[in-house]
T-cell receptor
Framework: NAGVMQNPRHLVRRRGQEARLRCSPM?????VYWYRQLPEEGLKFMVY????????ESGMPKERFSAEFPKEGPSILRIQQVVRGDSAAYFC???????????FGSGTQLSVL | DQQVKQNSPSLSVQEGRISILNCDYT??????FLWYKKYPAEGPTFLIS?????DKNEDGRFTVFLNKSAKHLSLHIVPSQPGDSAVYFC????????????FGKGTKLTVNP
């Protein structure tokens, strides 16, 4: 049973470009969470999704960020018009039920030049 | 506004001795607490959790203590092993489960052989 898969592991973008981060949850998990870790900081909650639904996006910046978890395929975190401050490690986690522990992927390190 | 604080960025202990990692929180609505361990270039891995109705939870070498009146929890690792060297994150939730976790900044534990 493969773990949570995130790709790419490293993503380099220039200011103004778009970044797309992908996350495939563990088999049988229908709950997906995105967290962001800035340098020297803890992980910060961004968004919680179930299949085709955004349940809680209270941690998402109001502009340029969006997330989806379609019926088929991975969850996508999309950042439009990236800025240097978006440089961070983005972690995806999944769980089988909302009250169960999270399993994290290895993260995508986004670097904005 | 840091709701979960890990005031020690690093801790170094000798193999075989006890490691004690501390965590303080400010939000009295938190009712579920977790510890995650993170190795470089990997995602956090769940270690142990505790509900606010308990004051202690033990799993093998790992024990978590919760002092609600002091809004303080600690993770004890006995005996410490070199493989325990990692960054340890304290996390809390006000929703009884793993949804929307609030993380501390982490404590880097080094266990010396």
């Amino acid at each position: 049973n493969a773990g949570v898969m995130q790709n790419p592991r490293h993503l380099v973008r220039r200011r103004g470009q778009e970044a797309r981060l992908r996350c495939s949850p563990m088999k049988g998990h229908s709950h997906v969470y995105w967290y962001r870790q800035l340098p020297e900081e803890g992980l910060k909650f961004m968004v919680y999704l179930q299949k085709e639904n955004i349940i809680d996006e209270s941690g998402m910046p109001k502009e340029r960020f969006s997330a989806e978890f379609p019926k088929e395929g991975p969850s996508i975190l999309r950042i439009q018009q990236v800025v240097r401050g978006d440089s961070a490690a983005y972690f995806c986690a999944s769980s089988p039920q909302v009250d169960e522990k999270l399993f994290f992927g290895s993260g995508t390190q986004l670097s904005v030049l | 506004d840091q709701q979960v604080k890990q005031n020690s960025p690093s801790l170094s202990v000798q193999e075989g001795r006890i490691s004690i990692l501390n965590c303080d929180y400010t939000n009295s609505m938190f009712d579920y607490f977790l510890w995650y361990k993170k190795y470089p270039a990997e995602g956090p891995t769940f270690l142990i959790s505790i509900s606010s109705i308990k004051d202690k939870n033990e799993d093998g070498r790992f024990t978590v203590f919760l002092n609600k009146s002091a809004k303080h929890l600690s993770l004890h690792i006995v005996p410490s092993q070199p493989g325990d060297s990692a960054v340890y994150f304290c996390a809390a939730s006000s929703q009884g489960g793993s949804e929307k976790l609030v993380f501390g900044k982490g404590t880097k534990l080094t266990v010396n052989p």
